[in-house]
């Protein structure tokens, strides 16, 4: 159980700290976002996630997942709740992005 956890942590941090760390970084500015701040924000919210998806149900956790991700990213960030949630939409579109060019070449290789 704990090696699946130590995983989900690990690709978590690794597919979106960085994301999370660009749109922090352009929105609130380059001063005030350091890199590890991104990581240790990734990693507490994936264990907030999924504990709440134990304990409250992965249906009606999602609402409480939303608050609390902004909540996390508001308290390590010092920023209002307006940015956080600027920094979570434009986290969202990075990865959207990425997720695309990384799908593009399969797409193109499963058609052909």
């Given at each position: ?60 956790a999602e609402f ?49």
């Amino acid at each position: 159980m704990f090696g699946n956890l130590i995983g989900i942590i690990i690709i978590n941090i690794i597919l979106q700290a960085p994301a999370l760390w660009y749109s922090a970084r352009n929105i609130l500015g380059i001063n005030r976002v350091e890199f590890m701040d991104a990581v240790k924000i990734t990693a507490v919210f994936t264990i907030v996630n999924l504990l709440m998806q134990i304990f409250i149900g992965a249906e009606v956790a999602e609402f409480f997942q939303i608050i609390a991700y902004l909540y996390v990213v508001r308290r390590y960030f010092e920023t209002s709740w307006r940015n956080a949630g600027l920094i979570a939409l434009f986290m969202l579109f990075i990865n959207i992005v990425i997720s695309l060019l990384l799908m593009g070449p399969g797409l193109f290789l499963y058609i052909r």
